[in-house]
């Protein structure tokens, strides 16, 4: 029977790392959708009613004052 060759801490480091960084888009991904559910959660619900702000207001009225 073989005799099982023990791995050096320098090889289980590397394995260790090859794995996380194989793993980490799919970690990056899962990451992203728990911050858009929790940001998504922060925010305060849209009003239809909402009043257009000034700076939205002037920003159309140059357009409108050429008759565009």
Request: proline share 9%; hydrophobic share 30%; glycine share 2%.
């Amino acid at each position: 029977m073989p005799k099982k060759i023990t791995e050096s801490p320098f090889q289980a480091l590397e394995e260790e790392a090859y794995h996380a960084f194989r793993e980490w888009p799919v970690w990056l991904a899962l990451r992203d959708r728990e911050l858009d559910a929790h940001l998504q959660a922060q925010r305060p619900p849209a009003t239809q009613n909402a009043r257009p702000t000034i700076e939205q207001q002037d920003s159309h009225s140059t357009l409108d004052e050429r008759g565009n």
